[in-house]
């Protein structure tokens, strides 16, 4: 089922204008993208590509959260990433999609068909240099992640996933310390397939976090965080 989609009157309504891919561009170059945009919306739980499909469009997450998911060969399946809004889904000049990708809540993207957005990227430098920054932090992001997963306990995995999308849902800066209030937007299930833990252990280490005063949480998915840079402490790694 796909939503409707919601009327945004121009770019300058956009709630990701200022940190998507078209950050950076001029009036001009807005004007360029917009001939070649559309929005979708999808539902919560359903798929917005399959890994292998071809990738007829590229585009900015506007609101909610995505999930990327890799199937192993003996079925097996392992997130391995969140988009989150203001994030870009797809990859300029390729065919097909590596990932799937589904809604973990309601989503709404702005797409850009494949084809005109790889012109784009060629004839505006402001894109492409956007588009270069958004990959390098892609990748910082991966190797954090790989510390995450590789050296870091429970305690100190739950509290950098739950920090990060804090900073990101709220849309704060790293290191501020005001309480922050968000719903978060996976399942213990999902955050256990994406760190690496059973339900069990993220659930004993959500609840140790509500007793040392550092989340509050009820039934639930809204998450508050009283003070930021406590939280922040409890990652294991100061300039996370």
Avoid at 24 to 46: F, H, M, N, T, V
Avoid at 70 to 94: A, C, E, I, S
Avoid at 176 to 197: C, D, Q, V
Wanted: hydrophobic residues 40%; glycine residues 6%.
């Amino acid at each position: 089922m796909t939503l409707a989609v919601p009327k945004l009157r121009s770019c300058d309504d956009c709630p990701i204008r200022y940190n998507a891919v078209c950050s950076k561009c001029e009036p001009s170059e807005l004007a360029q993208l917009e001939d070649i945009k559309y929005y979708r919306s999808y539902a919560a739980g359903q798929p917005i590509f399959f890994g292998g499909d071809p990738l007829e469009f590229v585009g900015s997450v506007v609101s909610g959260v995505s999930s990327l998911m890799r199937t192993l060969p003996d079925g097996r399946v392992q997130m391995v990433g969140l988009l989150l809004p203001g994030d870009f889904m797809g990859r300029p000049n390729r065919d097909t999609i590596d990932c799937d990708v589904v809604a973990e809540t309601d989503v709404m993207l702005c797409c850009f068909r494949r084809k005109p957005f790889e012109k784009v990227i060629n004839d505006t430098p402001h894109v492409g240099q956007r588009l270069l920054e958004m990959t390098l932090d892609e990748l910082d992001a991966a190797r954090e992640w790989m510390l995450v997963l590789g050296r870091k306990t429970a305690r100190e995995k739950i509290a950098s996933l739950l920090y990060m999308i804090a900073v990101r849902m709220a849309s704060l800066k790293p290191g501020e310390t005001a309480a922050t209030t968000f719903t978060l937007p996976i399942t213990r299930e999902t955050m256990a397939n994406y760190l690496g833990l059973t339900i069990e252990t993220v659930s004993r280490q959500m609840s140790a976090l509500k007793k040392d005063g550092l989340i509050a949480f009820d039934e639930r998915r809204d998450i508050r965080v009283p003070d930021l840079d406590a939280l922040k402490a409890e990652t294991g790694e100061e300039g996370f």
